[in-house]
């Protein structure tokens, strides 16, 4: 079999020569202690403490999502739960090793039979138990092999700690057998940059100084290349390694129609950052995120210093500021203070801001008094909007400040299916697909057990998109995504398909999506979203909408 298939992780290709991460140390024998209890307990506890602080000095070098990886791996292995399971098998007489090795695997079984997010942590726990022992046994851990050469490393899996130092020199591209898109090797492969491809099972076939082709958007590895396939991988790189280097141009599909790229960001400090990568504006600013620590209502002077510093960012450019979405995941203390059963079924989004109107009113002031102090061209929207009658209530509150564009976002299937009627109250609609898609398939977006369900492919948040995509061209009005789903390249063109007129994502996934709207004509993007609603679940659309956008998208 010379080619293997797996989930890539980006667009990138690469192709170099196979090196295998060392297998995992050899667990220990079940063995009774020589040196009795206290001696092994004060063996463990010294050898766990220095794993964490090692753990802790990766975290604090490596910095964004590796360092929050990182610091909860060190916080792991210091569980007081997982001590006390240590210590209770070191009391039953065993070495520390034992100890360890046991409690660690009990632990891991737990978290794979809850499975979803949870078990892809399961690897977490494993690096954790082999740097333990490996300090209890004086040998080094296990790790990244560095053969002094660039290559393809291929693991079972990576474990954060090893994917947040991985050597960009070094590692042409990653290929896992284990893990899936959410795993924490998946995730720091994406903001890294780096070529990867995860749950790749075959690559257990793969062997030493084996030259492959790792392409991470066809989702294949290559294990038997001919020449001329490494030649055309050659011109792959070097093609995006110039594109990468050209000022980003504006976001537009292969027949000249534009499509804005925007950035989703959290606070005014990214704004640089999302500049240099090409944002033509912002179609998401979470405000919410500025106080979700605050156990007051932020006062108007603090908001507005934000909001200008945000929109001096973006002079002259399109701004879409959200109202406080609390509720849900994003609890705000100051909006959302009962007790529900089902907080993402409750007064949270704009029923929680109209629940507190004085709130809603002076976030307005501060938006419309940044407005006036800067150039940028400031949007206003409400989050989590179900109705008609709240699409008109807030739009005219909008106005009544004097902030000229205000829409809202469609993030339920109610104010989806009623697009049209909404959109005739609101200047835009933003579609958020997080949320659609947890509404839309009954699944809580934060719960690991039901997290295969929270795919944006699905075919019925597709037609859902569809539904406000048509609602707004017959009316004229700009239809944005920012959600998640904005940020696959594949499903970007779908929901440009579906009608979508702006995509707005995290600053990492505007190169990738940017090239993919310009290898597809809006023809192109309408066939293939046609070919995605056909299916009957989200891995049926991905794949017919692949096999329709062959081959331009792989190129
Ligand atoms: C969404 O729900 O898709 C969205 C963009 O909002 P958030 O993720 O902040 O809920
Ligand atoms: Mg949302």
Known sequence: MSILRGVGIGQG??????????????????????????????????????????LQQRADAAGGAAREVLEAQAMIAEDPTLQDEVDSRIDEGSTAEWAVHDAF?????????????????AADLDDIAQRVLARL???????VPDPGHPFVLVARDL??????????????????????????????????????????????TLADGQTVVVDA???????????????????????????????????ALADGTPVSLLANLGKPADAADAVARGAEGVGLFRT?????????????????????????????KKVVVRLLDAGADKPLAFLNDAHEDNPALGLRGLRALRASEDILREQLTALAEADAATASDLWVMAP?????????????LAKEYGLKTAGVMVEVPASALLADRVLAHADFASIGTNDLTQYTMAADRLLGSVASFQDPWHPAVLRLVREVGSAGARLGKPVGICGESAADPLLAVVLVGLGATSLSMAPSALADVRRSLAAHTLDDARRIADAALTADDAAGARDAARDAAEPSFSQ
Not at 138 to 143: N, Q, T, Y
């Open 384 to 396: 989590m909007v179900t109705t008609v009658e709240e699409t008109a209530y807030f739009t005219a």
């Open 217 to 251: 958007a066809a989702g294949t590895v290559n294990a038997a290349p001919t020449e001329a396939e490494i030649a055309a991988v050659a011109e792959r790189i070097a093609a995006r390694t110039a594109e990468d280097a050209a000022p980003p141009a504006p976001g």
């Open 288 to 316: 919410e995120f500025l106080f979700l620590s605050s156990a007051q209502a932020p006062t108007i002077e603090q908001q507005r210093a934000a909001y200008i510093e945000l929109l001096t960012a973006f002079e002259r």
């Open 13 to 54: 290709v690469a192709t170099g020569t196979v090196v295998r991460m060392a297998e995992a140390l050899p667990a220990p024998e079940k063995q009774t202690s020589a040196i009795g209890a206290d001696a092994e307990r004060a063996r463990a506890r010294e050898a766990v403490a220095s794993v964490a602080a090692e």
């Open 159 to 204: 474990a954060p700690a090893d994917t947040a130092l991985l050597n960009l020199e070094q590692v042409l591209a990653l290929v896992t057998t284990d893990g899936g898109p959410t795993s924490h090797t998946a995730i720091l492969a994406r903001e890294k940059g780096i070529v990867a491809l995860v749950g790749a099972a075959d690559a257990v």
């Open 105 to 121: 695997a009990g632990f891991r079984a737990t978290l794979e039979a809850v499975g979803g997010y949870l078990g892809e942590r």
């Open 137 to 143: 046994r004086g040998v080094p851990a296990p790790g």
